[in-house]
């Protein structure tokens, strides 16, 4: 009973103060709906608008044979909108952001290909840019086929000793490399568990959301771990330390109020997400439901350990920024960890952070059933009990 | 001489407390280096990629009348057991494809690669109806891409020698001539040389390579490293949104000098209470002066960073520190007390600096349109500018117009400050 007393004083005395909704609530929407536009940028837009990326097509002599075969298999692209331009021109635009690159052709590209040399295109793009990669990726397998049918060119008229051979060998080439563009030779598939689960592509707050989730669960320790370091400037905490109250009761008190906070927190932005978002964090219900409240447990325990560890209000501030720096980057709530270094995802993959994000994902976006949860909610409160173990041994020595 | 010893006990006072050298420094390359870790930077530059997970399910079998030696589904597999790919992919074999989908929802692997029985028959009938399929965990984006580049490029390789063939021999039945079967080989195995010296070129040497990739800069200056590239946009972003904070929170001195009473002691000394202002602001401005050199230097020694031409520089800095101490005064001028300040300095900068673009300085594509819009309107979105214009290595006057619009913000934030606090304190 005295447990709940102490974590109903925290509590009441954490919610007096009105400026902790703002960063409990009010902050991870403002950031859930920022993060959802940032994924989705460049990828939805209106439902009319033309999605496929600008290419600029810059060719010296527009009457190659092989260029206009390159260009007319570029203009049925889905994926490309290739326009003619000048150099000048198309570096223009480049620049002012109206095509993703400029594909810049050879002046003697017929005369090259024919000659048994392979012509050097140039795709003049940003190649740190996921739309300078695409175009790359996008052009790479078009150039392969129409040198394919460059060399089965050569070789027929080679086998002929006919050098009048090669034109009709080349568009004949080229014409069964087109027909087997329309055909599908790999077929993509996402493994998700149930038909209405989707990748983030469909919905971007199923990354958003959950990223932010575990990010403000962490940062809302900079108001609730301040309660312990109050009670010791106070002297509250010595006072309570006379009364019949035994210390664990001290620990798990506190431990209840943070839990409670966090908790309450998580409800909150999942529902918004559920009901605002189409976030389906119901879909398994259960599972998320474990996977928060053992997330909740080792934020609160974390908070605990911070709230020991600290002399001052600054420093709560400090050790739960940082804290939320670091969990949140390694654990892959800003960004997929798959896109980062080796070294960093296998760092990143222990963390709780990481954990309680996979819990949430194989909800979310894998679609997954209550099974799917247990590891990481497992694994959640294994880091608990950490820290907890941790701040009851540092509280212990603080007290003596 | 009195507003100097007032800025200079600021200062002091300032670099003492752990909480300011932690929001004003380490947080800002803590963040910056977090992200260089991900993205590799600790490896050289080199982006090392995480290992990729593949299974595979082979189930390609020779049609009876095969003229092959082995199925074509086994050469796909062995490309993700070869030697010279283990190092970024861990393959594995799956008997079947339940198996091989129950693997990648238990995230053993992160894609799977299902050889269809009839793969070989199907291409060498060129019906090619037997597609190769790849199931992915729908976390991933990377990974399943880079599979199926592999697996198309292979496939590819294999129907470019069917065309190969079907071209020769009706051409030559075109003009009349009875094609020789004894002479396929020879076509066959001088087609895949050529593609292997293809796609290993067009991998491996740039410079022989069909298609190279330029960044737009190359030719007129050496092309950067995107890793820099990246960096600075990262660090130019943390430093802007620490600069702002350290403005506010360095100005909030004021505010704790009025709690503890040293202000009002202050007051009763023969010092000009215009003064006293004028010191505090002057320490303001120059916390976040050194605070912008110091994480520069540190950008630039521990990730590389060339921030650009030094006039550039100068502009996109001044323009940061006017445009910082500017809104920390104008911000702390309408806060009561230390305590009302952290949601201020929290809530207030953080939803700034989302909109100037400080946090998204890096997406492919930028923001939509209206967001890129709305950081006009803040002083961070302007600094940005002047910054993401100094690391693109601009002439200083490309940068006047940044700069003034940052300076004119900061003056105007200042003077309106200014005037508040004269209200209260004077």
């Given at each position: 009973m005295r447990i709940f007393d102490l974590a109903l004083k925290d509590l009441s005395q954490i919610l007096r103060d009105k400026k902790v909704l703002l960063f409990l609530v009010v902050m991870p929407i403002v950031f859930t709906l920022f993060m959802g536009f940032a994924y989705n940028a460049g990828e939805s837009g209106e439902e009319n608008a033309d999605s496929r990326l600008g290419l600029a097509y810059v060719d010296p002599e527009p009457d190659s044979r092989l260029s206009q075969m390159l260009f007319a298999r570029l203009e049925e692209s889905d994926a490309v909108k290739v326009i003619r331009l000048e150099q000048a021109e198309a570096l223009d635009s480049l620049r002012r952001g109206e095509v993703a690159g400029v594909l810049v052709l050879p002046g003697d590209f017929d005369e090259q290909a024919r000659a048994g040399k392979v012509p050097q295109l140039t795709l003049i793009a940003e190649s740190n840019s996921s739309e300078g990669q695409s175009l790359y990726q996008l052009l790479r397998v078009p150039i392969s086929q129409l040198m394919s049918a460059v060399e089965i060119a050569s070789i027929s008229a080679e086998m002929q000793a006919s050098p009048a051979e090669y034109s009709p060998a080349l568009e004949l080439a080229w014409a069964k490399w087109e027909a087997q563009a329309g055909q599908e030779r790999v077929r993509l598939e996402r493994a998700t568990a149930r038909v209405e689960a989707s990748w983030f592509g469909d919905n971007p707050y199923n990354q958003a959301s959950p990223g932010i989730l575990v990010q403000f669960a962490i940062m809302s320790l900079v108001t609730s771990a301040q309660i312990l370091v109050n009670e010791r400037k106070t002297r509250t905490m010595q006072r309570l330390m006379t009364t019949a109250m035994r210390p664990w009761e001290m620990v798990a008190g506190h431990l209840l109020a943070m839990f409670g906070l966090v908790f309450l927190q998580t409800a909150l932005l999942v529902v918004f997400a559920q009901l605002v978002l189409g976030v389906n964090y119901l879909g398994e219900p259960l599972g998320a439901l474990l996977v928060s409240l053992a997330l909740c447990l080792w934020v609160a325990a974390l908070g605990l350990l911070i709230g020991v560890l600290a002399k001052s209000d600054d420093q709560v501030v400090l050790f739960s920024l940082v804290a939320m720096f670091l969990f949140s980057a390694l654990g892959g709530t800003w960004f997929p960890l798959e896109a980062s270094g080796g070294a960093f995802a296998a760092l990143g993959r222990l963390m709780p952070s990481a954990w309680a994000m996979t819990g949430y994902q194989n909800i979310l976006i894998r679609g997954l059933d209550l099974s799917a949860a247990w590891l990481p909610t497992a694994i959640l409160l294994a880091y608990a009990v950490g820290f907890f173990l941790l701040a009851v041994w540092r509280f212990r020595k603080m007290e003596i | 001489m009195k507003i100097i010893n007032i800025a200079f006990k600021d200062l002091l006072r300032s670099f003492r407390s752990l909480f300011m050298i932690g929001m004003t420094v380490a947080a800002p390359l803590l963040l910056t280096g977090l992200i260089y870790f991900a993205f590799g930077g600790l490896s050289g530059g080199d982006v090392s990629m995480t290992a990729m997970k593949v299974g595979v399910v082979n189930a390609d079998a020779l049609p009876a009348d095969s003229p092959l030696e082995a199925p074509i589904g086994e050469n796909i597999r062995a490309m993700f057991f070869d030697e010279s790919v283990q190092s970024w992919i861990e393959a594995r074999d799956y008997p079947d494809e339940a198996a091989a989908r129950a693997a990648v929802n238990a995230q053993e692997i992160g894609v799977a690669v299902i050889i269809p029985a009839d793969l070989s028959a199907s291409l060498l009938t060129g019906e090619n109806d037997a597609p190769v399929t790849i199931i992915s965990?729908?976390?991933?984006?990377?990974a399943p891409a880079v599979v199926q580049d592999m697996v198309t490029m292979m496939l590819d390789g294999v129907s470019g020698g069917g065309i190969a063939i079907q071209t020769v021999m009706e051409r030559q039945q075109a003009n009349g001539i009875q094609p020789d079967p004894a002479e396929i080989p020879g076509w066959v195995t001088r087609y895949t040389d050529w593609y292997k010296d293809f796609q290993r070129d067009l991998f491996h040497h740039p410079e022989k390579a069909a298609l190279v990739l330029t960044a737009p800069s190359a030719g007129e200056a050496e092309s950067a490293d995107p890793i820099q590239q990246m960096m600075g946009l990262t660090m130019a972003g943390q430093m802007i949104f620490f600069a702002f904070f350290t403005g506010a929170y360095a100005m909030m001195s004021i505010l704790r000098e009025d709690e503890e009473g040293t202000l009002a002691r202050l007051f009763t000394t023969p010092t000009e209470r215009a003064n006293i202002l004028a010191g505090k602001f002057l320490a303001v401005v120059l916390t976040v002066v050194l605070q912008g050199l110091v994480l520069m230097t540190a950008g630039h020694y521990a990730f590389g960073i060339a921030w650009g031409q030094a006039a550039s520089v100068a502009l996109a800095l001044g323009g940061q520190v006017l445009a910082a101490s500017g809104l920390g005064v104008l911000l702390i001028s309408f806060v009561k007390t230390t305590k009302q300040g952290g949601p201020v300095l929290g809530g207030g900068l953080t939803a700034l600096g989302m909109l100037g673009g400080l946090f998204t300085a890096n997406i492919p594509g930028g923001m939509p349109a209206a967001f890129q819009m709305l950081a006009n309107f803040t002083p961070q979105g302007w600094v940005l500018k002047g910054w993401k214009l100094a690391l693109a290595g601009s002439a200083p006057v490309d940068l006047v117009l940044p700069f003034v619009i940052s300076l004119a913000l900061g003056v105007a934030m200042f003077a309106i400050g200014a005037v508040m606090f004269k209200k209260r304190y004077m």
């Open positions: - | 965990d729908p976390t991933l984006t990377i």
